[in-house]
């Protein structure tokens, strides 16, 4: 009932910048929750930052300072800046929502690939 896309990967240079968006459509009201996470080949999908119900955020360490997740609750889009990126930030990126009594929502994830 929630369907999010993500955009915004692409192939940067170490110590440039990106930026995702990930837009949410459908029964957006369900959403108590947005994030980006993140799996590099080989590797399991970890969090990189999310809004928990609470508004509050959460940061993977690897990636404080370096990013930062914004939200449009009107426009119903969570983005993600990513700056200073490194070679290891290499991995597909997944929008996630979580969702009031249901399974959470994933988008079908955007490459971002960094290169040396």
């Known amino acids: 009932q929630v369907q999010l896309v993500e955009s915004g990967g692409g192939l940067v240079q170490a110590g440039g910048s990106l930026r995702l968006s990930c837009a949410a459509s459908?029964?957006?009201?369900?959403?108590?929750?947005m994030g980006w996470y993140r799996q590099a080949p080989g590797k399991e999908r970890e969090l990189v930052a999310a809004f928990t119900s609470g508004g509050r955020t959460n940061y993977a360490d690897s990636v404080k300072g370096r990013c930062t997740i914004s939200r449009d609750m009107a426009n119903n889009t969570v983005y993600l800046q990513m700056n200073s990126l490194k070679p290891e930030d290499t991995a597909v990126y997944y929008c996630?929502?979580?969702?009031?009594?249901?399974?959470?929502?994933w988008g079908q994830g955007t490459q971002v690939t960094v290169s040396s």
């Open positions: 459908g029964s957006v009201s369900l959403i108590n929750g």
């Open positions: 996630n929502a979580n969702l009031y009594f249901r399974r959470p929502s």
